[in-house]
């Protein structure tokens, strides 16, 4: 059965800092990887997906990498800003199946 | 376009009432998630249909849960004699699928069940 692990489970930085967020999943085969962003009380924002086959996505100031061999993911936000304040979620698809598999997220404060 | 919607936003039912969830998917999207949310967690896998085909109902929690999408686009979750234990949010989401290629997920504003 597949396990998701996301460290740390919160995290407070002052603006401007680099940061990176960090998953982990014990079943290496997997389809897809995908982050997500929740806001408190709102939906869960799509930020990027990695495909099995790619190394990394970038998106502005996000980049996430996968190593699938060693089941990690991460998650770099560079010059942070209060409005990147959120809970990040990651979830892993698994081969052959459809459905996400998530972690319990990394709650992110950047302070001004 | 518009996204995932999801009504209601809020349900407030008694213990022992049915209730019944509703998902619109983007149009054109062919498959179609549920997931359970509680508070400081991150979202469960409920079940999923591809067009209006059921295709894994396993992390359904017992048989007072069902989901239904008969024309492949609106689903309905429907949750029979409510129990307290049930109070968590709901989340639809929904993606594109093309043969054996899935593509991200995305999700709609959820509905807050509380049973009181």
């Known amino acids: 059965k597949q396990e998701v692990t996301q460290i740390p489970a919160a995290l407070s930085v002052p603006e401007g800092e680099n940061l990176v967020l960090n998953c982990s999943f014990t079943d290496s085969a997997i389809y897809n990887l995908q982050w997500f962003r929740q806001d408190p009380g709102k939906g869960l924002t799509s930020l990027l997906l990695?495909?099995?086959?790619?190394r990394e996505q970038t998106s502005g100031r996000l980049n996430a990498s996968l190593d699938k061999s060693s089941g990690r993911s991460t998650l770099y936000i560079a010059a942070s800003q209060p409005g990147d304040s959120a809970t990040y979620l990651c979830?892993?698809?698994?081969?052959?199946?459809?459905?996400?598999?998530f972690g319990t997220g990394t709650r992110l404060l950047v302070s001004p | 376009g518009a996204g995932v919607s999801q009504s209601p936003r809020y349900k407030v039912t008694k213990r022992g009432q049915d209730v019944a969830l509703r998902c619109d998917p983007i149009s054109g999207h062919v498959s179609l998630y549920w997931y359970r949310q509680a508070l400081g967690q991150g979202p469960e896998f409920l079940t999923y249909?591809?067009?209006?085909?059921?295709?894994?109902k396993s992390g359904l929690p017992n048989d007072r849960f069902s989901a239904e999408r008969p024309e492949g686009s609106i689903s309905t979750l429907t949750i029979q004699r409510t129990e307290q234990r049930d109070s968590a949010m709901y989340r639809c989401?929904?993606?594109?699928?093309?043969?054996?290629?899935?593509?991200?997920?995305?999700f709609g504003p959820g509905t807050r069940l509380t049973v009181l």
């Open positions: 979830a892993v698809a698994d081969t052959g199946f459809q459905k996400l598999v």
């Open positions: 990695i495909q099995s086959s790619q």
């Open positions: 989401a929904s993606s594109w699928t093309s043969g054996r290629l899935v593509y991200e997920q995305f």
């Open positions: 249909f591809n067009y209006e085909a059921q295709q894994d």
